[in-house]
């Protein structure tokens, strides 16, 4: 994963029909262009590569989401802001995006996964 100069966008040969198929799919990528405009109009000036590096890492991390404890009759879990991994262990950042607040939770790196 990464740019190269005859391949500045990141993109790779794929093909993801069967998740195309799912309205989730095409959520997630209207999800993640609303993110691009975001970003740009925040001009937080990420590289392409780094772009795909906090995809990964936001991809990666969602099975480590959590609820904030001060908006419980919230419908959306957060992802975590921020992690350090060490000796099997997770420590996730959270900020919830209705309150505020901030805190943190330790995960096992043993956590289920999609696979």
Known sequence: MGTTADN??????????????????QLA????????QAINKADIGLTQDQWLQAVHDLTTAIPFMDMCSRCRDSLHAQ????THIKGGWIKAAYL?????HVWTCGWSTDAPNYT
Not at 29 to 36: G, I, K, P, R, T
Not at 79 to 82: D, K, N, S
């Open 8 to 25: 500045p966008a990141g993109i790779r040969t794929f093909d993801n029909q069967s998740l195309a198929r799912l309205p989730e799919y």
């Open 96 to 100: 919830c995006h209705t309150c505020g």
């Open 29 to 36: 990528a209207a999800a993640l262009n609303d993110l691009v």
């Open 79 to 82: 992802a975590p802001a921020a």
